[in-house]
């Protein structure tokens, strides 16, 4: 419950075309300041100013990482629950809502393609790449382990690059499928799986931040190393999660919090790692649970980056 001076103040941030039109487009999952910004037309400091007042309020919370931060809608109170209520009343017809679902589309697309001119660059040497720094044989081995004497039909690799987990995982699946979005990485896939002889798994072109067309049922999907390419993970757990069959099981790898901010500017990556909050509440939102979550430090441990396992599993079936 709150007192009256509490739900006048919420009200007064919401109550404003600019921080209205950003709860709408918050609505649509997390996005960076950078982002809003050049999507609403208005300069920095305005929109900072902004989303100032609607995280005083608890309308919004706010993420910094690095040298970006990121809003999202605050996940519970009564700022979010007004944020929410209030979106649900707004007509996808309003003229500023259209507008502005247009140019996110537009900020969006263009940062998939920047990604995807990145992973064009990369796809040959991206087996070499993958692999600086980062503990990837203590976290095979843990993917390994955590599928050792299970019968998994179906797997799905989301973003699956070289097919890497699609070969690494081979003995464990009667049917793989990777996506990505790549044509470059998927052509890399291809070859490699033809020269393994891995005839049980196939690699297809697809984004994975749209399934909708998809028909793909998983019994377990990984994401490996790709979360941290998107401004809203949880979006893509989202997404992810309409493919999972009931009682399926999803594995996370990727970073642990960093600040390593040359990695945004030099290849591709969107987020600096993942917490453990952030990824508990992207699975709650895709009703799933975090089972087990393991993180392995850096070989190197003054330039390298530690990397977390996370197992999700179907919230609504917890007799895993
Ligand atoms: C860092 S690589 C990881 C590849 C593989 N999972 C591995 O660990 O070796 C990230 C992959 O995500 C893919 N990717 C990025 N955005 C994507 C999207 N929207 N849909 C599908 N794949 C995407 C890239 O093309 C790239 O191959």
Same mark, same amino acid.
Request: hydrophobic share 45%; charged share 25%; with cysteine.
């Given at each position: 419950?709150?007192?009256?001076?509490?739900?006048?103040?919420?009200?007064?941030?919401?109550?404003?075309?600019?921080?209205?039109?950003?709860?709408?487009?918050?609505?649509?999952?997390?996005?960076?300041?950078?982002?809003?910004?050049?999507?609403?037309?208005?300069?920095?400091?305005?929109?900072?100013?902004?989303?100032?007042?609607?995280?005083? =309020?608890?309308?919004?919370?706010?993420?910094?990482?690095?040298?970006?931060?990121?809003?999202?809608?605050?996940?519970?109170?009564?700022?979010?629950?007004?944020?929410?209520?209030?979106?649900?009343?707004?007509?996808?017809?309003?003229?500023?809502?259209?507008?502005?679902?247009?140019?996110?589309?537009?900020?969006?697309?263009?940062?998939?393609?920047?990604?995807?001119?990145? @992973?064009?660059?990369? =796809?040959?040497?991206?087996?070499?790449?993958?692999?600086?720094?980062?503990?990837?044989?203590?976290?095979? =081995?843990?993917?390994?382990?955590?599928?050792?004497?299970?019968?998994?039909?179906?797997?799905?690799?989301?973003?699956?690059?070289?097919?890497?987990?699609?070969?690494?995982?081979?003995?464990?699946?009667?049917?793989?499928?990777?996506?990505?979005?790549?044509?470059?990485?998927?052509?890399?896939?291809?070859?490699?799986?033809?020269?393994?002889?891995?005839?049980?798994?196939?690699?297809?072109?697809?984004?994975?931040?749209?399934?909708?067309?998809?028909?793909?049922?998983?019994?377990?999907?990984?994401?490996?190393?790709?979360?941290?390419? @998107?401004?809203?993970?949880?979006?893509?757990?989202?997404?992810?999660?309409?493919?999972?069959?009931?009682?399926?099981?999803?594995?996370?790898?990727? @970073?642990?919090?960093?600040?390593?901010? @040359?990695?945004?500017?030099?290849?591709?990556?969107?987020?600096?790692?993942?917490?453990?909050?952030?990824?508990?509440?992207? =699975?709650?939102?895709?009703?799933?649970?975090?089972?087990?979550?393991?993180?392995?430090?850096?070989?190197?441990?003054?330039?390298?980056?530690?990397?977390?396992?996370?197992?999700?599993?179907?919230?609504?079936?917890?007799?895993?």
């Amino acid at each position: 419950m709150n007192d009256t001076a509490d739900l006048v103040g919420v009200l007064r941030a919401a109550g404003e075309t600019t921080r209205l039109r950003l709860l709408a487009l918050l609505a649509d999952g997390e996005q960076s300041v950078k982002d809003l910004t050049e999507i609403l037309g208005q300069s920095q400091p305005r929109v900072s100013r902004h989303l100032k007042l609607l995280a005083d =309020a608890g309308l919004v919370s706010r993420n910094a990482e690095g040298a970006w931060a990121y809003y999202g809608l605050a996940p519970e109170g009564a700022g979010g629950d007004l944020a929410r209520w209030l979106i649900s009343r707004l007509s996808p017809d309003d003229p500023d809502r259209l507008r502005d679902t247009k140019r996110l589309e537009a900020v969006r697309l263009a940062q998939a393609e920047q990604a995807a001119e990145y @992973f064009a660059k990369v =796809a040959d040497s991206w087996d070499l790449l993958r692999s600086l720094h980062v503990p990837e044989e203590a976290v095979e =081995a843990a993917i390994v382990k955590t599928l050792e004497g299970r019968a998994v039909d179906t797997l799905v690799d989301l973003g699956t690059g070289t097919g890497r987990m699609l070969e690494l995982l081979a003995g464990h699946y009667r049917r793989g499928i990777g996506i990505d979005a790549s044509r470059e990485m998927i052509a890399v896939a291809r070859a490699k799986l033809a020269a393994t002889s891995i005839g049980h798994a196939q690699v297809r072109l697809g984004d994975i931040s749209d399934l909708d067309g998809v028909a793909l049922k998983a019994d377990m999907i990984i994401v490996h190393q790709v979360l941290h390419y @998107f401004d809203d993970p949880g979006r893509v757990l989202l997404q992810a999660r309409r493919a999972l069959k009931p009682g399926g099981e999803m594995l996370i790898v990727d @970073f642990a919090p960093h600040g390593l901010e @040359f990695l945004r500017s030099h290849h591709a990556h969107r987020r600096l790692g993942l917490s453990e909050a952030q990824m508990t509440a992207w =699975a709650r939102a895709a009703d799933l649970a975090v089972a087990d979550l393991q993180c392995f430090p850096p070989t190197n441990p003054t330039e390298g980056l530690t990397v977390c396992l996370w197992r999700l599993i179907d919230e609504t079936d917890r007799s895993l």
